[in-house]
């Protein structure tokens, strides 16, 4: 049961209201699309308490920044600095619409690397690990910071941008590496690729394999599969956006849940629908304010994520992760449909070595249907009706399924694409 809020968590709150003024006082009238923003609802540093913020101030969206940066285009008005104090620029993936670019001055960008000094910490990789980064150093903010936090930590860093996964896997055995950062997808296609090419991981020197970018760390079955796959290892869940920064590193009390990093963001879950608040152990939408980075600031930002909170020793704890986002729901014949329900299902069968998903609609219907690449090695003549039944039985729901050949399906070393409308 959830502990009642308790004197810690007051002062944590206290101190998030003071660094919420001086990020009031920041951004009025230095930000052009805040000062507009805020000036309408009469907000200012003068506000008296987080609860009052909280009802006053409208909500950020992703629609509203994707319109102000189309109109003021490249960059949009939502900047703080002066132009030539700005030296990063990074997008979002454009996975749910045109990407969004965002701007870091270097006061900013070292605050976002303390936050996910604190992820390391919580995983518990010091100056004397050696850590991998399996992800191609794009536009996209991807490892980025994790990389030079790492670096700051005194970690022994290796970058794995434009590398095949062979090559990543051999760097990793040679240089004994051990921690892995990388999306939990991916996790799965190094030890994919380490059994086609004969390769023990029991004898790799891993200890952590830190995992975000998609839902998976935080879904037991997804997490049980990594381990397995990697026995030397611990999977580490985390999770943030290109345009918020690192929000959460893993719950040290307990595996499956992500607190929230409370000197960097003010937190709110609100009622997907409107702006109540969510009652503990309810389902709602994460709402986010970035205290720290105030260059690129965003203020009651609607991240789009379903969550569950809990107050747990002055904590804000996620319980479960991230359980899916707004925009991924689905419904099919009056079954509300989250892509991490069919993840969940699906790695917990050992026969499954990767699985697509394709939507259509058909007489104004959605339907789906369920295509599923088993392991070379696996004897499961029944694996079709054995999923179709999992999938039955825990979401009320019949959906064809069709086997396809091993290794006919799409890999991913980013964010996993696993649903597709055709």
Request: glycine share 6%; aromatic share 6%; hydrophobic share 40%.
């Amino acid at each position: 049961m959830a502990n009642a809020p308790s004197t810690g968590r007051e002062a944590i709150r206290t101190r998030q209201l003071e660094q919420l003024r001086v990020l009031l006082r920041t951004v009025r009238p230095a930000n052009s699309f805040y000062e507009k923003k805020l000036g309408a609802a009469d907000i200012d540093e003068t506000i008296d308490n987080l609860e009052e913020f909280s009802v006053r101030c409208p909500f950020t969206t992703k629609d509203e920044l994707a319109a102000d940066q189309q109109a003021n285009a490249p960059y949009g008005t939502n900047l703080t600095s002066p132009p030539a104090q700005y030296n990063r620029i990074h997008q979002t993936s454009g996975t749910s619409g045109k990407p969004l670019r965002w701007l870091d001055t270097p006061e900013s960008w070292q605050s976002m690397l303390e936050s996910w000094k604190l992820v390391f910490r919580a995983a518990g990789v010091t100056d004397t690990d050696r850590a991998l980064f399996a992800f191609s150093f794009g536009p996209f903010i991807g490892f980025w910071m994790a990389y030079e936090a790492a670096a700051q930590m005194g970690c022994l860093c290796f970058p794995g941008g434009g590398l095949t996964s062979a090559t990543r896997l051999r760097i990793l055995l040679e240089n004994e590496v051990t921690t892995l950062c990388c999306t939990p997808t991916y996790a799965l296609r190094l030890a994919e690729v380490a059994a086609q090419e004969g390769i023990d991981l029991s004898n790799s020197k891993l200890k952590t394999i830190i995992v975000a970018g998609e839902p998976g760390g935080s879904i037991p079955a997804t997490r049980e599969r990594i381990e397995c796959s990697w026995p030397t290892a611990k999977v580490f869940d985390h999770h943030g956006m290109t345009e918020v920064g690192p929000v959460t590193h893993e719950w040290p009390e307990e595996k499956n849940n992500l607190q929230i990093i409370d000197h960097a963001y003010l937190a709110e879950i609100v009622q997907p629908e409107g702006n109540e608040p969510a009652a503990q152990g309810e389902e709602g939408e994460l709402i986010l304010t970035t205290l720290t980075r105030t260059a690129m600031p965003l203020i009651r930002y609607r991240t789009g994520d379903l969550v569950r909170s809990e107050i747990n020793d002055d904590a804000l704890i996620l319980k479960g992760g991230i359980l899916g986002r707004t925009d991924d729901m689905i419904i099919v014949r009056g079954v509300n449909i989250y892509p991490s329900a069919f993840e969940h299902i699906l790695r917990r069968l050992p026969a499954v070595a990767e699985y697509q998903v394709v939507v259509s609609e058909k007489n104004k219907m959605t339907e789906l249907l369920l295509r599923v690449e088993p392991l070379p090695e696996s004897n499961a003549p029944d694996l079709g009706e054995e999923i179709s039944g999992a999938l039955r039985s825990q979401l009320n729901l019949r959906v064809p399924v069709e086997i396809v050949p091993p290794k006919s399906l799409p890999r991913f070393e980013l964010k996993a694409q696993r649903w597709i409308r055709e």
